[in-house]
């Protein structure tokens, strides 16, 4: 059988950018539905004919962005659709993002009948002054509401997103947000620490001294505040910012860590496939020349590279890594021909400084390296 993939599908509209946000995002009150469903469908209709993909069927879907809850539960069950000419398996994992504000019980039941399994919930914190500073649009009444109307629609699978290390924020309050959120009981929480991302207004304000980060030894206090509330919970950490129920890890997003072949469609989207020639390529950015280019040629890649060994051999570990059970090394074995410790000498420091190890056939972070994750990850480079 034809090994499966990932497929990500990318809605670029917001009701307004968020000022630590860098995604491929624009603001839009009202959707160009209609033509973006064209588009994604015909995306999805090229691939399907293509050698890449033939013969493979996905087996998890992300609808992400952006704010991929703008869109109709007809216009996602039409995509979904096309996805099904792709061959998208029946047990498939079909995630929405959404956020609070945008959500009634009725659209939400839409979107279970027309296949979405997950849903996403952009929570981010419960604490009005901290929804302010990141300038998101809903409240944290909104998010408890949204709760309720994704339970009330069916949905048993419910992740729950937050973001620590904002300025201004303590220990307490945000051990007051991991209660709260506790407390609507999600199967599974994303907790990410906020990144100063390069020309974002966050970035800017940062340079002009209007926002201080948080220092290093609290959001270290932070990631710890998370293992022990999250962990007391019931909940499993399995990736570095990924907490969930046993069963309820993410499908999509493991395959990713995994190393497995994703094909993105939708405006400035990413795909890789290791065969034939580790392949990455992305899309065209801005939504009118993806729908233009896919009217057009039926696809709107913009641009592609073809991983070097090293740099396929060092994508699979860094980013196995970011897996608490670690990177296959039988895998990588197999797909490299070459053992881990030969391609990667400096394994041998890292094991000896206590920041990696080798369980079995995974080659992990220990407690202490998950501290260290990003220096590990650039010393593999
Ligand atoms: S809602 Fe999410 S995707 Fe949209 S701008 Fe804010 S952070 Fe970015």
């Not at 999805?44 to 013969?55: C, I, M, N, Q, V």
């Not at 947000?177 to 907790?191: F, G, I, K, M, T």
């Amino acid at each position: 059988m034809e090994a499966p993939f990932a497929l990500y599908v990318h809605v670029p509209w917001c009701r307004h950018v968020c000022p630590y946000c860098d995604f491929n995002v624009y603001a839009s009150s009202s959707v160009p539905e209609t033509d973006d469903v064209r588009a994604y469908r015909g995306e999805l209709d090229a691939w399907a004919a293509r050698a890449e993909w033939s013969g493979r069927r996905p087996e998890t879907v992300y609808l992400g962005g952006g704010t991929p809850s703008l869109l109709s539960p007809s216009a996602i069950e039409a995509v979904l659709d096309a996805a099904r000419r792709l061959g998208l398996r029946e047990d498939a994992e079909v995630t929405l993002e959404a956020n609070p504000g945008t959500l009634t019980t009725e659209r939400l039941a839409g979107y279970r009948a027309a296949g979405v399994t997950r849903l996403s919930l952009g929570a981010q914190s419960f604490q009005p002054a901290l929804l302010r500073t990141l300038g998101r649009d809903h409240t944290a009444d909104q998010t408890r509401a949204a709760m309720e109307s994704v339970r009330a629609a069916g949905f048993g699978n419910v992740s729950l997103d937050l973001i620590f290390g904002v300025p201004g924020q303590s220990l307490a309050a945000w051990e007051d947000d991991l209660a709260r959120a506790l407390a609507l009981a999600p199967e599974h929480v994303s907790a990410y620490a906020l990144t100063w991302e390069e020309g974002t207004p966050f970035d800017v304000w940062r340079a002009r001294g209007r926002l201080v980060p948080v220092d290093d030894d609290l959001e270290s206090a932070m990631i710890d505040a998370a293992a022990e509330h999250l962990g007391v919970a019931g909940f499993r950490r399995y990736e570095i910012s990924s907490w969930a129920r046993a069963g309820f890890e993410s499908r999509h997003n493991t395959r990713y860590w995994d190393g497995t072949d994703y094909l993105g469609i939708g405006p400035g989207a990413h795909s890789f496939c290791a065969t034939p020639g580790r392949r990455r390529w992305w899309n065209l950015r801005l939504p009118h020349r993806w729908r233009d280019a896919v009217a057009a040629r039926g696809t709107a890649v913009d641009g592609e590279e073809l991983l070097t060994e090293a740099e396929a051999r060092a994508d699979f570990v860094i980013t196995g890594l970011r897996r608490l059970a670690g990177a296959d090394i039988v895998e990588f074995e197999r797909r490299f021909t070459i053992a881990v410790h030969a391609a990667f000498p400096q394994l041998a420091h890292l094991e000896r400084d206590g920041l990696v190890e080798i369980r079995a056939t995974r080659l992990r972070l220990t407690p202490r390296g998950l501290r260290f994750a990003d220096t590990v990850g650039a010393l593999l480079v």
